[in-house]
């Protein structure tokens, strides 16, 4: 903050510099006269009048009214000055302002001659007048300067300034000086004006919510094509009467726009005082269209009066406003409308009140600088600081609920990743618990009630030493299952059914069985949960042990394959056939089927071609992502001869 | 598989026309005295077997063999007193010659496989019966080793993965592979579950050579897993 304060006082103080630079000082050789004493004789002569005549004295700078319903008639003014010796360079006159132009003489010989109002041009020249002074019309003594200066068409009154005479160098720099101010100034106010207009207004165009734009872009229009009828200096006469149209309906409508402008930025807005305002802009150009280029001074002095309360009252809404707000920006917009309004009241005192003007400040008075252009361009800077700060403000506002909604929409994606990680662990432990109540459930059914009934038989005697050890190795052979099944690192059926057939072989070779086995399987591995595994594998068991007890098989064939997502397990042995026969295996075949039916699979038992009893198992792959999870290599029970 | 070793052990001894060396001397440790008892039982049954002695905890074996040097030591890991593989490393260190029949459950693998890395060439199943307990003693002295799929695969994952850069044994020359690939295929047939006649068939050996293959494999291991401990202790600083 400090940092931006001081980069705004550097940056001013480098344009004060500047302007600083680019004005010349002013000479101080004193040889420069004002004259502030004439003889007047009102004349409409072009050749110098008589001096004869009947000349009355006046002080200049003069205001000279025309008698009521008269306009102002042309009037010669005789001054004199006194030279003490002939100047050794150029020296000049500098009339301050001649509106309606005129002749101007030294001695006998005329300097000039600014155009004046025909039948075909109305002039009315804002610009100060230089004219040049041959050395030799010069003489010690008394020197006698004529002017003949014309009224303005339509204007009540004459002005006329005291005239600068002196060298010429020093005259340059006062005219040039006052040239810039009240010519070059207001070109530069209409083109600046214009151009901001246009940009305002497109902005306004594609924000037509934001009012507050539109009224500037007016504002500043109505400005400029006010200042326009100033710079345009000599017009054709037809066209005169639109022009002064033009000038009291862009003054009237820029005081109104500001009044409408003021009240929509205090917050203030009723309808029937906009409309009032609205309406009093409208009178002044409709009154003069009634009534003609005539009624010119009368609708000057009655309805642009009317203006400057207007003009008051927009100050007074403003401080108003500012006292609401209580902010240091606030405060810039009643300035300058304070700063616009008291200019605007000091042109019409120099118009309409001059003498009021003169008791309290007579050397500026009979200048007739007119304050309201700059007036007006400092009120339009700061509307335009006014509406830049609120753009920024709107802009940074925007920026803030965009970080905020993007950190808010950050805060619920990291939420929901959050939440959806809570649910896939919550699902995974769920998974667990659910394998292992159906574990538990294996060990509960399997081992835990074979050892109880094995108890329950030793412990009424009905079991022999054989008998028990027999019932033991069964229970130790289940147990072995399931830890080959349950192995922590496997979740492999192949790998699974590898362990358990490489435990079988071996088992079988001892009852003298022989034992193939063969695996088709489209990869390495074949993923299964770990209590499908223990199901498919004691089906697998149960099989077997049916085959070693009671078949009385010489071999028998295994063989695991899985297509379209289905595995099937077949086991064909060459036994009596009498599967269902004896008493265990029909328990067991009632185990079997039960396991296909947990398993969501089907177990069928059917007489071999032959001989023998073939048991086949089959059930879908479910839980399996990755079913062939390397590339496919050979599988043992494929190629590898089964001895 | 206890059977097809069972099994091997008759057919090797049928083949094998070499004379049986005088007795075959045996320490048994272990400290639940019914198994005691039944291993001590099993020995002394045996014509081929001496009982050197049977001792029930770590101290007193390694006392035993301290003093003396039995052919085979028949040891249980959980000791009361210290732990089986310690005692398995100060036989490796003391009696090369001596073979260690590690007595174990099914499904501990974990364990075989450490007792393996630590030097020992066998297991035994504590559910053996007499004869199988004096078949494997005959059998680990004729040269040749049980082994399983799930060893088979500890042993491929062990020896496969070391890094030759990291893991190279001191001593060893740096580029030599510790298997052959003969032993890596007869690994790999193996862990998918095939029975020894079948790799032996398919490898176009005899079972006989396939358990032996399987003891040179396991001695291996333990040279292999002595020289990374040395490795890594004299990475650390410690030798």
């Keep these: 903050m400090i940092w931006r304060l001081l980069c705004g006082v550097v940056a001013a103080g480098v344009a004060a510099m500047l302007l600083w630079l680019t004005t010349d000082p002013v000479p101080a050789s004193g040889a420069v006269v004002k004259i502030e004493r004439a003889l007047v004789l009102e004349s409409s002569a072009r050749a110098l009048p008589l001096s004869g005549a009947d000349w009355q004295p006046t002080s200049l700078p003069t205001s000279r009214r025309a008698a009521s319903n008269e306009s102002p008639r042309a009037t010669w003014f005789r001054m004199q000055f006194d ?34 109002s025909s039948a075909s041009v109305h002039v009315r020249w804002e610009r100060p007048h230089l004219l040049v002074v041959p050395p030799r019309l010069l003489h010690s003594g008394a020197n006698e300067l004529w002017v003949q200066a014309m009224p303005v068409d339509g204007q009540a009154v004459l002005n006329f300034p005291a005239p600068r005479v002196g060298p010429l160098a020093d005259l340059q720099v006062q005219h ?47 400005w400029g094509i006010r200042t326009l009828t100033f710079v345009m200096e000599a017009v054709p006469l037809d066209r005169w009467q639109w022009w002064r149209l033009a000038y009291l309906a862009s003054t009237g409508g820029f005081i109104v726009v500001m009044a409408l402008f003021a009240g929509r930025l205090a917050g203030l807005h009723s309808r029937w005082v906009e409309r009032g305002l609205l309406a009093y802009w409208v009178v002044g150009p409709i009154w003069f269209l009634l009534m003609g280029l005539d009624s010119d001074a009368q609708i000057n002095r009655l309805w642009t009066a009317g203006l400057i309360p207007i003009g008051i009252g927009t100050v007074l809404v403003s401080f108003i406003s500012v006292r609401r707000q209580r902010t240091l920006t606030s405060l810039w917009l009643p300035m300058a409308l304070a700063v616009a309004t008291l200019s605007g009241v000091h042109d019409y005192m120099v118009v309409w009140k001059p003498e009021q003007l003169e008791r309290y400040i007579p050397a500026w008075a009979g200048e007739r600088y ?26 940074q506002a925007l920026r803030e609920l965009n970080e905020s909604l993007e950190s808010r929409i950050a805060g619920s994606e990291r939420e929901l990743a959050g939440n959806f990680k809570r649910l896939a662990e919550l699902e995974r432990q769920n998974a667990a618990s659910e394998e292992r109540k159906l574990i538990m459930r294996e060990i509960h059914d399997g081992l835990g009630s074979k050892l109880f ?12 030493a054989a008998q028990m050890a027999a019932s033991l190795r069964a229970c130790i052979s289940d147990m072995r299952l399931a830890l080959e099944a349950l192995s922590p690192d496997v979740d492999d059926l192949l790998t699974a059914f590898g362990d358990f057939m490489f435990r079988w072989q071996a088992e079988l070779q ?16 074949l993923r299964m949960a770990p209590h499908a595994t223990l199901q498919v594998l004691r089906v697998a068991q149960e099989g077997l042990t049916n085959v070693a007890k009671h078949a009385n098989a010489s071999r028998v064939e295994l063989s695991l394959s899985e297509r379209d997502g289905q595995v099937r ?73 089964q001895a | 598989m206890i059977d097809a070793i069972a099994r091997l052990n008759q057919n090797g001894a049928m083949s094998t026309s070499s004379p049986r060396p005088a007795q075959t001397s045996v320490l048994i440790v272990e400290d639940e005295p019914e198994l005691l008892h039944r291993f001590s039982e099993a020995v002394l049954a045996d014509e081929g077997l001496t009982l050197t002695a049977a001792v029930s905890n770590g101290a007193s074996a390694i006392a035993v063999l301290g003093a003396t040097a039995p052919d085979v030591v028949l040891l249980d890991l959980g ?43 066998g297991y035994l199943l504590k559910d053996a019966g007499h004869d199988r307990i004096a078949a494997s003693i005959h059998e680990l002295r004729a040269g040749g080793a049980p082994i399983t799929p799930s060893i088979a695969r500890r ?77 890594e202790a004299t990475q650390l600083g410690l030798l």
């Design chain 1, 83 to 116: 030279l003490a010796g002939p100047p050794d360079s150029s020296w000049a006159v500098m009339l301050p302002y001649l509106y309606g132009g005129g002749q101007v003489w030294l001695g006998r010989e005329m300097l000039g001659d600014v155009p004046v």
């Design chain 2, 79 to 121: 000791l009361p007193d210290v732990h089986g593989i310690e005692v398995i490393r100060k036989v490796a260190l003391h009696h090369p010659d001596c073979d260690v029949l590690v007595v174990t459950m099914f499904g501990d693998d974990e364990h075989v496989f450490a007792a393996l890395e630590a030097g020992a060439t």
């Design chain 1, 510 to 525: 001892a009852v003298s069985v022989r034992c193939d086995w063969s695996i088709d399987v489209a990869g390495d591995t």
């Design chain 1, 176 to 222: 040039d000086r006052r040239y810039f101010w009240v010519h070059t100034m207001p070109e530069l106010t209409v083109g600046a004006c214009l151009g901001v207009a246009v940009f305002v207004l497109l902005i306004w165009w594609r924000l037509p919510e934001e009012v507050v734009y539109g009224w500037f872009g007016l504002a500043t229009t109505l």
């Design chain 1, 453 to 464: 009934t094995s108890l329950s038989r030793v412990e009424r005697g009905a079991m022999d």
């Design chain 1, 370 to 395: 007119f304050l309201l252009h700059y007036g007006a361009d400092f009120l339009l800077a700061a509307m335009g600081v006014l509406l830049s700060a609120r753009f920024v403000r709107s802009v």
């Design chain 2, 155 to 231: 042993v491929l994952a062990r020896l496969r993965t070391t890094s030759p850069a990291r893991g190279e044994p001191v001593g060893q020359s740096a580029a030599a592979p510790v298997l052959t690939p003969r032993e890596i295929e007869l690994l790999k047939l193996t862990a998918k579950g095939l029975s020894f006649d079948n790799v032996g068939e398919l490898l176009g050996i005899s079972s006989h050579t396939v358990v032996a293959h399987v003891k040179k494999i396991y001695r291996k291991l333990a040279v292999h897993s002595r020289g990374e401990a040395v490795y």
């Design chain 1, 569 to 641: 397990l077949r086991i064909a042995d060459d036994g009596v056939g009498n599967f269902a026969g004896t008493s265990s295996g029909g328990r067991g075949l009632r185990n079997m089927l039960e396991r296909a039916r947990q398993l969501a699979g089907t177990l069928t038992i059917e007489q071999g071609d032959v001989r023998g009893t073939v048991v086949t198992l089959s059930l879908p792959l479910d839980a399996a992502p990755d079913t062939h999870a390397t590339d496919p290599r050979q599988t043992p029970g494929r190629d590898a001869p």
